[in-house]
């Protein structure tokens, strides 16, 4: 069975930081990873994706000098480290799945493109 299984939520103040593991479970053909985020009475937005071939990561603008998106391919697993935190990214945050043919298909995959997603992991960041 296959299953993405977030962890490392949880509640920080402002300008804290916090780490989201995605560990993948079972056979996933895939070769890029994305997390997303969803605050509460907003879509489900993109935050980052790594094209885990050559480990060459995408961001949001959101996210652009605060978090970095990482693997271990050993532990079949990604990671989002999250610093200097705002009140603004306080959401449900998933890992999902794809594979793609290019590098560039990963950088610019939307939320519709993945076809394996997590159950979420909480953040909340209080000002």
């Known amino acids: 069975q296959v299953q993405l299984v977030e962890s490392g939520g949880g509640s920080v103040q402002a300008g804290g930081s916090l780490r989201l593991s995605c560990a993948a479970s079972?056979?996933?053909?895939?070769?890029?990873m994305g997390w997303f985020r969803r605050a509460p009475g907003k879509e489900r937005e993109g935050v980052a994706t790594?094209?885990?071939?050559?480990?060459?990561?995408h961001y949001a603008d959101s996210a652009k000098g605060r978090f970095t998106i990482s693997q271990d391919n050993a532990k079949n697993t990604v990671y989002l480290q999250m610093n200097s935190l705002k009140p603004e990214d306080t959401a449900m945050y998933y890992c999902?799945?794809?594979?793609?043919?290019?590098?560039?298909?990963?950088?610019?995959?939307?939320?519709?493109?993945?076809?394996?997603w997590g159950q979420g992991t909480q953040v909340t960041v209080s000002s």
């Open positions: 079972g056979y996933i053909k895939r070769n890029c």
């Open positions: 790594i094209y885990t071939v050559t480990s060459g990561p």
């Open positions: 999902a799945a794809v594979f793609v043919r290019t590098p560039f298909a990963c950088w610019s995959a939307g939320e519709i493109d993945f076809g394996y």
